[in-house]
Protein backbone atom coordinates (compact mmCIF):
# COMPACT_ATOMS: atom_id res chain seq x y z
CA UNK A 1 0.00 0.00 0.00
CA UNK A 2 1.10 3.50 -0.91
CA UNK A 3 1.61 6.00 1.89
CA UNK A 4 -0.01 9.36 2.05
CA UNK A 5 2.97 12.13 1.01
CA UNK A 6 2.95 14.56 3.97
CA UNK A 7 2.46 17.95 4.15
CA UNK A 8 1.47 18.17 -0.34
CA UNK A 9 -2.04 17.51 -0.30
CA UNK A 10 -1.69 15.76 -3.50
CA UNK A 11 -4.04 12.47 -3.99
CA UNK A 12 -2.30 9.13 -3.06
CA UNK A 13 -2.88 5.51 -4.51
CA UNK A 14 -4.86 4.54 -1.54
CA UNK A 15 -7.50 7.92 -2.18
CA UNK A 16 -8.10 6.33 -5.93
CA UNK A 17 -8.62 2.65 -4.16
CA UNK A 18 -11.58 4.12 -1.60
CA UNK A 19 -12.92 5.99 -4.79
CA UNK A 20 -13.08 3.41 -6.27
CA UNK A 21 -14.07 1.06 -3.47
CA UNK A 22 -11.54 -1.48 -4.65
CA UNK A 23 -8.03 -2.25 -2.51
CA UNK A 24 -5.15 -0.35 -2.73
CA UNK A 25 -3.36 -3.52 -4.12
CA UNK A 26 -6.02 -3.96 -6.63
CA UNK A 27 -5.57 -0.26 -8.05
CA UNK A 28 -1.56 -1.06 -8.26
CA UNK A 29 -1.93 -4.40 -10.28
CA UNK A 30 -4.39 -2.28 -12.81
CA UNK A 31 -1.78 0.51 -13.11
CA UNK A 32 0.85 -1.85 -13.66
CA UNK A 33 -0.74 -4.04 -15.85
CA UNK A 34 -4.20 -3.14 -17.07
CA UNK A 35 -5.15 -6.84 -18.83
CA UNK A 36 -5.22 -8.91 -15.06
CA UNK A 37 -8.30 -6.28 -14.06
CA UNK A 38 -11.33 -5.55 -16.18
CA UNK A 39 -11.78 -3.14 -18.69
CA UNK A 40 -14.47 -1.47 -16.20
CA UNK A 41 -12.65 -1.41 -13.49
CA UNK A 42 -9.66 0.03 -15.17
CA UNK A 43 -12.24 2.79 -16.64
CA UNK A 44 -13.15 3.40 -13.22
CA UNK A 45 -9.56 3.96 -11.96
CA UNK A 46 -8.91 6.16 -14.90
CA UNK A 47 -11.95 8.56 -13.83
CA UNK A 48 -10.96 8.65 -10.30
CA UNK A 49 -7.25 9.39 -11.47
CA UNK A 50 -8.63 12.80 -13.00
CA UNK A 51 -11.08 13.36 -10.51
CA UNK A 52 -9.20 13.07 -7.58
CA UNK A 53 -5.64 14.81 -9.75
CA UNK A 54 -3.47 11.43 -8.54
CA UNK A 55 -0.57 11.61 -10.28
CA UNK A 56 0.53 7.56 -10.98
CA UNK A 57 4.63 7.00 -10.29
CA UNK A 58 5.10 4.48 -12.56
CA UNK A 59 8.85 3.71 -13.69
CA UNK A 60 9.73 7.29 -12.41
CA UNK A 61 10.32 5.99 -9.02
CA UNK A 62 13.84 7.86 -9.24
CA UNK A 63 12.36 11.17 -10.17
CA UNK A 64 8.80 11.03 -8.52
CA UNK A 65 8.27 11.90 -5.02
CA UNK A 66 6.57 14.79 -2.53
CA UNK A 67 10.62 16.93 -3.52
CA UNK A 68 9.72 15.98 -7.34
CA UNK A 69 12.95 17.70 -9.20
CA UNK A 70 11.64 17.47 -12.55
CA UNK A 71 9.73 20.18 -15.06
CA UNK A 72 8.33 19.32 -18.53
CA UNK A 73 8.37 21.42 -21.46
CA UNK A 74 5.29 20.84 -23.78
CA UNK A 75 5.41 22.22 -27.42
CA UNK A 76 3.62 21.49 -30.65
CA UNK A 77 6.38 22.68 -32.77
CA UNK A 78 10.21 22.64 -31.69
CA UNK A 79 10.98 25.10 -34.76
CA UNK A 80 8.40 27.63 -33.13
CA UNK A 81 9.74 30.75 -33.30
CA UNK A 82 11.79 31.42 -30.05
CA UNK A 83 11.01 28.11 -28.32
CA UNK A 84 14.92 27.01 -28.80
CA UNK A 85 16.46 30.09 -27.47
CA UNK A 86 13.76 29.83 -24.32
CA UNK A 87 14.38 26.27 -23.78
CA UNK A 88 17.79 26.28 -23.80
CA UNK A 89 18.53 29.26 -21.53
CA UNK A 90 15.80 28.19 -19.35
CA UNK A 91 17.16 24.73 -19.44
CA UNK A 92 20.94 26.03 -18.20
CA UNK A 93 19.18 27.84 -15.38
CA UNK A 94 17.06 24.62 -13.89
CA UNK A 95 20.32 22.25 -14.53
CA UNK A 96 22.25 24.75 -12.33
CA UNK A 97 19.03 24.97 -9.70
CA UNK A 98 19.04 21.09 -9.32
CA UNK A 99 16.18 20.29 -11.94
CA UNK A 100 15.91 17.40 -14.46
CA UNK A 101 14.02 18.87 -17.80
CA UNK A 102 11.83 16.50 -19.68
CA UNK A 103 10.57 17.77 -23.55
CA UNK A 104 7.67 16.67 -24.77
CA UNK A 105 6.83 17.56 -28.60
CA UNK A 106 2.93 16.64 -29.16
CA UNK A 107 2.26 17.30 -32.95
CA UNK A 108 -0.84 19.08 -32.73
CA UNK A 109 -1.94 22.46 -30.95
CA UNK A 110 -4.04 21.29 -28.00
CA UNK A 111 -3.19 18.65 -25.33
CA UNK A 112 -5.67 16.52 -23.80
CA UNK A 113 -5.32 14.23 -20.73
CA UNK A 114 -4.41 11.23 -22.86
CA UNK A 115 -1.74 12.84 -25.38
CA UNK A 116 0.28 13.69 -22.06
CA UNK A 117 -0.43 11.16 -19.52
CA UNK A 118 2.52 9.75 -19.89
CA UNK A 119 4.68 12.25 -19.28
CA UNK A 120 2.68 13.98 -16.06
CA UNK A 121 3.04 10.20 -14.57
CA UNK A 122 6.40 11.12 -13.90
CA UNK A 123 4.92 13.60 -11.29
CA UNK A 124 6.73 17.00 -12.39
CA UNK A 125 6.28 19.99 -10.04
CA UNK A 126 6.07 22.11 -12.69
CA UNK A 127 5.07 21.97 -16.35
CA UNK A 128 5.91 24.86 -19.01
CA UNK A 129 3.58 24.96 -22.13
CA UNK A 130 5.04 26.92 -25.03
CA UNK A 131 2.17 27.67 -27.78
CA UNK A 132 0.05 25.00 -26.97
CA UNK A 133 -2.96 24.74 -25.39
CA UNK A 134 -4.89 22.53 -22.91
CA UNK A 135 -7.73 20.97 -22.45
CA UNK A 136 -10.27 21.87 -19.86
CA UNK A 137 -10.05 18.66 -18.38
CA UNK A 138 -6.91 18.38 -18.41
CA UNK A 139 -5.86 21.95 -16.94
CA UNK A 140 -8.25 20.56 -14.49
CA UNK A 141 -6.68 17.61 -13.82
CA UNK A 142 -3.32 19.50 -13.17
CA UNK A 143 -4.77 21.55 -10.55
CA UNK A 144 -6.16 19.03 -8.71
CA UNK A 145 -3.04 17.82 -9.05
CA UNK A 146 -0.96 20.67 -7.37
CA UNK A 147 1.39 20.62 -10.62
CA UNK A 148 2.32 24.04 -11.16
CA UNK A 149 1.56 25.34 -14.67
CA UNK A 150 3.45 28.16 -16.75
CA UNK A 151 2.43 29.16 -20.43
CA UNK A 152 4.29 31.08 -23.13
CA UNK A 153 2.76 32.17 -25.50
CA UNK A 154 -0.34 34.03 -26.81
CA UNK A 155 -3.18 34.78 -24.36
CA UNK A 156 -5.89 31.67 -25.03
CA UNK A 157 -9.17 31.51 -23.46
CA UNK A 158 -7.92 28.29 -21.35
CA UNK A 159 -5.75 29.87 -18.83
CA UNK A 160 -6.82 29.11 -15.25
CA UNK A 161 -6.51 31.10 -12.30
CA UNK A 162 -3.90 29.34 -10.85
CA UNK A 163 -2.04 29.68 -14.29
CA UNK A 164 1.04 32.23 -14.86
CA UNK A 165 1.28 33.61 -18.21
CA UNK A 166 5.20 34.91 -20.13
CA UNK A 167 4.17 36.44 -23.74
CA UNK A 168 6.14 38.53 -25.98
CA UNK A 169 5.49 42.25 -26.13
CA UNK A 170 4.07 43.02 -29.48
CA UNK A 171 2.86 46.26 -28.50
CA UNK A 172 6.95 47.12 -28.57
CA UNK A 173 7.34 45.59 -31.85
CA UNK A 174 4.90 47.54 -33.40
CA UNK A 175 5.41 50.87 -31.97
CA UNK A 176 8.87 50.22 -32.91
CA UNK A 177 8.41 49.83 -36.51
CA UNK A 178 5.69 52.73 -36.55
CA UNK A 179 8.61 55.05 -35.49
CA UNK A 180 10.60 53.68 -38.61
CA UNK A 181 7.66 53.72 -40.55
CA UNK A 182 6.83 57.31 -39.65
CA UNK A 183 10.28 58.59 -41.24
CA UNK A 184 9.46 56.80 -44.52
CA UNK A 185 6.60 57.03 -46.95
CA UNK A 186 5.05 53.85 -46.60
CA UNK A 187 1.01 53.96 -47.62
CA UNK A 188 0.42 50.32 -48.31
CA UNK A 189 2.26 47.58 -45.51
CA UNK A 190 1.59 44.48 -45.80
CA UNK A 191 1.98 41.28 -43.57
CA UNK A 192 3.12 37.71 -44.50
CA UNK A 193 1.73 35.89 -41.70
CA UNK A 194 2.05 31.45 -41.37
CA UNK A 195 -1.37 30.76 -40.52
CA UNK A 196 0.01 28.27 -37.81
CA UNK A 197 2.37 30.96 -36.31
CA UNK A 198 2.36 31.15 -32.57
CA UNK A 199 1.55 34.45 -31.30
CA UNK A 200 -0.56 35.10 -34.21
CA UNK A 201 -3.60 36.59 -32.49
CA UNK A 202 -1.08 39.01 -30.84
CA UNK A 203 0.66 39.85 -33.80
CA UNK A 204 -2.13 40.70 -35.95
CA UNK A 205 -3.89 42.43 -32.89
CA UNK A 206 -1.05 44.85 -32.77
CA UNK A 207 -0.73 45.35 -36.42
CA UNK A 208 -3.93 46.22 -36.61
CA UNK A 209 -3.43 49.02 -33.75
CA UNK A 210 -0.19 50.40 -35.86
CA UNK A 211 -2.13 50.93 -38.87
CA UNK A 212 -5.19 52.25 -37.66
CA UNK A 213 -2.57 54.89 -35.63
CA UNK A 214 -0.80 55.69 -38.87
CA UNK A 215 -4.09 56.17 -40.38
CA UNK A 216 -3.31 53.16 -43.36
CA UNK A 217 -5.33 50.18 -44.15
CA UNK A 218 -6.21 47.40 -41.70
CA UNK A 219 -6.48 43.49 -42.34
CA UNK A 220 -3.89 43.90 -44.82
CA UNK A 221 -2.33 40.06 -43.29
CA UNK A 222 -1.96 37.67 -45.94
CA UNK A 223 -1.32 34.43 -44.31
CA UNK A 224 0.04 31.22 -45.68
CA UNK A 225 0.02 27.60 -44.81
CA UNK A 226 3.02 25.88 -46.46
CA UNK A 227 5.91 25.57 -43.95
CA UNK A 228 7.65 28.95 -43.05
CA UNK A 229 10.81 28.55 -45.99
CA UNK A 230 12.87 30.59 -48.11
CA UNK A 231 10.72 28.91 -51.50
CA UNK A 232 7.70 29.52 -49.70
CA UNK A 233 9.07 33.26 -49.13
CA UNK A 234 9.81 32.93 -53.16
CA UNK A 235 6.63 31.92 -54.10
CA UNK A 236 4.18 34.76 -51.81
CA UNK A 237 5.84 37.20 -54.28
CA UNK A 238 3.95 35.92 -56.94
CA UNK A 239 1.06 35.73 -54.95
CA UNK A 240 0.97 39.37 -53.93
CA UNK A 241 1.31 40.56 -57.72
CA UNK A 242 -2.25 39.00 -58.19
CA UNK A 243 -3.84 40.13 -54.55
CA UNK A 244 -1.69 42.92 -52.95
CA UNK A 245 -0.29 44.50 -56.50
CA UNK A 246 -0.23 47.84 -54.70
CA UNK A 247 2.11 47.00 -51.51
CA UNK A 248 5.18 49.08 -51.26
CA UNK A 249 6.37 47.17 -47.60
CA UNK A 250 6.32 43.47 -46.78
CA UNK A 251 6.62 42.66 -43.07
CA UNK A 252 7.09 38.42 -42.14
CA UNK A 253 6.82 36.68 -39.24
CA UNK A 254 9.84 34.36 -40.16
CA UNK A 255 13.23 35.57 -41.52
CA UNK A 256 13.23 32.60 -44.22
CA UNK A 257 10.13 33.88 -45.90
CA UNK A 258 11.85 37.19 -45.82
CA UNK A 259 14.95 36.02 -47.20
CA UNK A 260 12.88 34.13 -50.15
CA UNK A 261 10.37 37.26 -50.88
CA UNK A 262 14.32 39.33 -51.36
CA UNK A 263 15.24 36.40 -53.79
CA UNK A 264 11.94 36.71 -55.77
CA UNK A 265 12.77 40.82 -56.09
CA UNK A 266 15.80 40.36 -57.54
CA UNK A 267 14.51 37.83 -60.16
CA UNK A 268 11.78 40.18 -60.92
CA UNK A 269 13.89 43.08 -61.26
CA UNK A 270 12.27 44.86 -58.31
CA UNK A 271 14.46 46.59 -56.23
CA UNK A 272 14.81 46.44 -52.56
CA UNK A 273 13.82 48.63 -50.53
CA UNK A 274 13.50 51.11 -53.11
CA UNK A 275 10.50 49.34 -54.53
CA UNK A 276 9.52 47.18 -52.15
CA UNK A 277 11.16 46.85 -48.31
CA UNK A 278 11.34 44.16 -46.10
CA UNK A 279 11.19 43.96 -42.57
CA UNK A 280 11.63 40.66 -40.41
CA UNK A 281 9.55 40.63 -36.93
CA UNK A 282 10.45 38.05 -34.49
CA UNK A 283 13.83 36.23 -34.43
CA UNK A 284 16.54 37.19 -36.83
CA UNK A 285 19.86 34.64 -36.20
CA UNK A 286 22.32 37.19 -37.39
CA UNK A 287 25.30 34.76 -36.67
CA UNK A 288 24.41 33.23 -39.81
CA UNK A 289 26.70 34.06 -42.85
CA UNK A 290 25.07 37.23 -44.81
CA UNK A 291 21.59 37.26 -42.84
CA UNK A 292 22.92 40.85 -41.60
CA UNK A 293 21.54 42.12 -44.34
CA UNK A 294 18.08 41.84 -43.42
CA UNK A 295 16.39 44.93 -41.32
CA UNK A 296 13.70 43.91 -38.60
CA UNK A 297 12.35 44.15 -35.32
CA UNK A 298 14.37 41.55 -33.40
CA UNK A 299 12.37 39.62 -30.17
CA UNK A 300 14.58 39.31 -27.32
CA UNK A 301 13.60 36.12 -26.12
CA UNK A 302 16.79 36.02 -23.68
CA UNK A 303 14.66 38.67 -21.84
CA UNK A 304 11.98 36.50 -22.04
CA UNK A 305 13.64 33.56 -20.55
CA UNK A 306 15.09 35.66 -17.86
CA UNK A 307 11.46 36.80 -17.21
CA UNK A 308 10.20 33.12 -17.55
CA UNK A 309 12.62 31.85 -14.46
CA UNK A 310 11.75 34.74 -12.43
CA UNK A 311 8.20 32.96 -12.73
CA UNK A 312 9.48 29.62 -12.24
CA UNK A 313 11.23 30.61 -8.89
CA UNK A 314 8.46 32.61 -7.63
CA UNK A 315 5.79 29.87 -8.01
CA UNK A 316 8.55 27.31 -6.18
CA UNK A 317 9.25 29.71 -3.62
CA UNK A 318 12.77 29.65 -5.10
CA UNK A 319 15.64 32.51 -4.40
CA UNK A 320 16.25 34.33 -8.04
CA UNK A 321 19.61 36.25 -8.64
CA UNK A 322 18.34 36.86 -12.32
CA UNK A 323 19.04 40.46 -13.58
CA UNK A 324 16.42 40.83 -16.24
CA UNK A 325 17.24 42.89 -19.23
CA UNK A 326 14.53 45.88 -19.40
CA UNK A 327 14.72 45.72 -23.78
CA UNK A 328 12.30 43.90 -24.65
CA UNK A 329 12.86 44.54 -28.33
CA UNK A 330 15.66 46.10 -30.89
CA UNK A 331 15.39 47.40 -34.45
CA UNK A 332 18.57 45.69 -36.64
CA UNK A 333 19.47 47.68 -39.26
CA UNK A 334 19.99 45.88 -42.80
CA UNK A 335 19.73 46.63 -46.79
CA UNK A 336 16.45 45.32 -47.17
CA UNK A 337 14.67 48.64 -45.27
Known sequence: ME??????????LSDVAKFVGVSSMTVSRALRDPTKVSETLVGKIQEAIKELGYVPNNAA?????????????????????????????????????????????????????????????????LVIKFDIQFTNELNDYLSKSKIHLLSIGHGVNDNTDSEMMITPDFKAVFELMAYKIAHRVYRNPLLILHGEECFSQDIIRSWDRMLLAHDLSPNRVHPIYLAPSVMAGFDVLKEMQ?????????????????????????????????????????????????RSKLSGVNIRWDTLAVQAMEKVCE???????????????????????
Open 3 to 12: RKRRGTGKST
Open 61 to 125: QALASASSRLILFVTPRLASPGFQAIYHQMKQSLKKMGFHVLLAELNNKQADYDSISTFISYNPV
Open 242 to 290: TSFTDTDLVVTSDENLAYGIWFACREMGIAVPAQLAIVCVGQLDLNQSG
Open 315 to 337: CLELPSKLKPNSLAVEWISGESY
